[in-house]
């Protein structure tokens, strides 16, 4: 990684370099940051991220919106690439293509390495982007999440999602879901 300390790169060339990396990396203000927090998961991380995305692609089977993994990027700035656990992107699929072109909905299921990351430094530069209409931070300790979702140009509501019962409602991509769905499998305190 000698080469890509020693300047800043942009996401173009952070996506050709990224090529030949035996790890997965973002980019942040033009430096590579390895994501050495994404492995080593637990178990409930896990599920809940397999969950989530189950539940995606089944809610969008036949709409123009598709579910993406964190091996998708999602530009954030000029020189800043981040790697959202789950995103779901409303744009026409450019198969050759790194990243999301039209991002709406970015899922971070939060752990104790990357959670003030998540919460704070990630979270407004989502909110930033134009294209994202709704942000869901995901518990992994307890059944409960935090729904941001754009109201209009710059201002954002945001909402406690608690228990099983609790609805997430995306209506950007026209789709709900039991909280509850994303913890299937996991025996969790409410």
């Known amino acids: 990684m000698g080469e890509a300390q020693a300047r800043t790169m942009t996401v173009e060339e952070f996506y050709r370099w990224q090529l030949d990396q035996d790890e997965r990396y973002e980019l942040v203000d033009g430096v590579p940051v390895p994501l050495r927090a994404m492995t080593g998961?637990?178990?409930a991380h896990d599920v809940i991220l397999v969950n989530c995305i189950a539940e995606?692609?089944?809610?969008?089977?036949?709409?123009?919106?598709?579910?993406?993994?964190?091996?998708?990027?999602?530009?954030?700035?000029?020189?800043?690439?981040?790697?959202?656990?789950?995103?779901?992107?409303?744009?026409?699929?450019?198969?050759?293509s790194y990243e999301s072109h039209r991002p709406t909905v970015v899922v971070e299921v939060l752990s104790p390495s990357t959670r003030k990351l998540d919460r704070f430094t990630k979270l407004e530069e989502y909110r930033r982007h134009p294209s994202l209409r709704h942000i869901l931070l995901v518990d992994p300790d307890a059944v409960a999440a935090k729904l941001y979702s754009r109201v209009d140009e710059g201002a954002w509501s945001d909402v406690d999602l608690i228990g099983k019962d609790a609805v997430v409602s995306l209506p950007a991509i026209d789709v709900t879901l039991p909280l509850g769905a994303l913890y299937e499998r996991l025996d969790m305190p409410e």
């Open 41 to 43: 998961a637990s178990n």
């Open 56 to 96: 995606l692609h089944a809610r969008l089977r036949g709409k123009p919106c598709r579910v993406a993994s964190a091996d998708t990027a999602l530009r954030t700035s000029i020189r800043s690439s981040r790697r959202p656990d789950v995103t779901v992107d409303c744009a026409p699929i450019e198969a050759q």
